[in-house]
Structure formats: structure tokens, C-alpha cells
């Protein structure tokens, strides 16, 4: 079955800094990766997604994630961090489970944003 | 988030009463779910559908109860609330495994 490790619950950078979210995965079969941003009070919105077409994928407000398949690993990076990057972050796996589609979600990372 | 609402936003209720929440999708897309979000641990699979009269069981369905008569519609029923059910409970729909989940904006449920 399919999984996904969010290590820690919280991550605080400074405006401007590097933002890096870590996501590890389980899966028995080629997997697809996604990331979701929940801001608060609001639903998740995709930030991106991969689906074994590229190894980095970009996907929106500057963010982009690499699918390491040695490190099973599909962190998510942000050159810059802005105030307005402050929110939950969501890794997700895709897959067939008991003969249909499912997601399971990674617990969150909150990520804090510093002036 | 679009696509998919959810009604209603924010309800309070009593130990023992009931409720529905809402669902419904533009996209005629067969599968929907629902999912209950708690502090630090993510979103579980509450109930599937995997297209009109077919629905099954996630991680937590205890306490819930579903229907999917139409593609568009996929109601999840409370019958006896429990404080252990205030959480916030969202629904989505998705096609096959490359393509996102859509989501709802979530239902706020409070059970005192």
C-alpha cells in the first residue's frame, strides 16, 4: 500500500530564504506524487504533481519538487520564501487500493513565514 | 476550488442529533470522496464513490453514512454526532490516478 512521510510538524523560515518541505513515500508501484497547499480557513489547492513525465516538476507561486526514486523522495523547494507562502502544506500519494483510485495524505507541514 | 461544493460551511451540533453535509460536482467525474481533516494529522478517507450506486469505505467510516444517486451528488450523513466527529470534512472528486483531486471549501462541524 501506499504512503507518505511529512518528518516534523512545522518549518519557520525568514522572508526571502530558502523553503524546503520534505516528503518520503512508499509505494510497490510507479507512483503519483502531489503536493496540496491549504491556506487558512480554505480547501487544499494543488501546487503540483507528478506523474513520471519529468523528474522536476514546477509547479505554481514558484514552487517545484524533484522525484528521486533512489531516495524515494519528492521534496518540495522554494528559492524565496514570501509572506504570502505561510500555510499547510499537504505531500500525497496516488494509486490503486482495493481496485480503485485513491489519495493518502502525508499529516502536513505548517510552514511559518518571518519578516 | 472548483467544481465542487460544499454545504454548509459551518454547523454546530448536539451530542445524539444528525445531519447531512452536501457535495455536489460540475465536472461528471465518477469518483468523489470525503475526508475528515484534524489538527496534526492530515486528511482520512472517510467514504468513496466510484460512480452513481456504487460507494465504499475508507480509514474511518464509522459513524458515517453515504449515498451517490446521481454522479453530481455525494451527501455524507451523520446519524448520532459524537464530539469525537467535530473535525472539518471535505469533499473532492477526481478521474483516474494522474489527475489532482479537486476540493471543496470544507465543512466546519462542531458537536458539543
Known amino acids: 500500500a501506499q504512503s507518505v512521510t511529512q518528518l516534523g510538524s512545522h518549518v519557520s523560515v525568514s522572508e526571502g530564504a530558502l523553503v524546503l518541505l520534505r516528503c518520503n513515500y512508499s509505494?510497490?508501484?510507479?507512483?503519483?506524487l502531489f503536493w496540496y497547499v491549504q491556506y487558512p480557513n480554505q480547501g487544499l489547492q494543488l501546487l503540483l504533481k507528478y506523474t513520471s513525465a519529468a523528474t522536476l516538476v514546477k509547479g505554481i507561486n514558484g514552487f517545484e519538487a524533484e522525484f528521486k526514486k533512489s531516495e524515494t523522495s519528492f521534496h518540495l523547494t522554494k528559492p524565496s520564501a514570501h509572506m504570502s507562502d505561510a500555510a499547510e502544506y499537504f505531500c500525497?500519494?496516488?494509486?490503486?487500493?482495493?481496485?480503485?483510485?485513491?489519495?493518502?495524505f502525508g499529516k502536513g507541514m505548517k510552514l511559518t513565514v518571518n519578516p | 476550488n472548483a467544481g465542487v461544493t460544499q454545504t454548509p460551511k459551518f454547523r454546530i451540533l448536539k451530542i445524539g442529533q444528525s445531519m447531512t453535509l452536501q457535495c455536489t460536482q460540475d465536472m461528471n467525474h465518477n469518483y468523489m470522496y470525503w475526508y475528515r481533516q484534524d489538527p496534526g494529522m492530515g486528511l482520512k478517507l472517510i467514504y468513496y464513490?466510484?460512480?452513481?450506486?456504487?460507494?465504499d469505505k475508507g480509514e474511518v467510516p464509522n459513524g458515517y453514512n453515504v449515498s451517490r444517486s446521481t454522479t453530481e451528488d455525494f451527501p455524507l450523513r451523520l446519524e448520532l454526532a459524537a464530539p469525537s466527529q467535530t473535525s472539518v470534512y471535505f469533499c473532492a472528486e477526481g478521474a483516474v490516478s494522474n489527475q489532482p483531486q479537486h476540493f471543496g471549501d470544507g465543512t466546519r462541524l462542531s458537536i458539543l
Open positions: 500525497a500519494v496516488s494509486g490503486l487500493q482495493g481496485g480503485s483510485e485513491k489519495l493518502v
Open positions: 509505494s510497490s508501484v510507479p507512483p503519483y
Open positions: 464513490s466510484v460512480g452513481a450506486g456504487i460507494t
